[in-house]
């Protein structure tokens, strides 16, 4: 057990903690400084970029379309539920 201690010691001591995330996020911003370079060099990728923003567009246009659909279903819950009120009202006067 003293062993790992004296190892984990010296590892921190060559490479600490700091040091390790500093090459991490090296690492992950140097991923993203290649993403344009890919984009610009390579037709292929552009055009799956260009076929993921038409699919974000269709998308899109999907939700507006649904979101238009509920609204027409909500106005027309709400106005069975008046529907229903003014039929209970009726209901308790009599």
Do not use: H, Y
């Not at 996020?25 to 970029?49: C, H, Y």
């Not at 507006?64 to 209901?91: C, H, P, Q």
């Amino acid at each position: 057990m003293k062993l790992n201690t004296v190892l984990s010691w010296l590892s921190n001591l060559f490479n600490p903690p700091e040091v390790r995330r500093k090459k991490f996020l090296q690492k992950q911003w140097n991923e993203i400084d290649d993403i344009p370079a890919m984009i610009q060099g390579k037709g292929s990728i552009s055009t799956v970029v260009e076929e993921e923003r038409g699919e974000e567009e269709d998308e899109e246009e999907e939700e507006a379309k649904l979101r238009a659909e509920m609204n027409m279903l909500l106005d027309g819950v709400v106005s069975d539920i008046k529907r229903i009120k003014d039929i209970a009202n009726r209901l308790q006067t009599d």
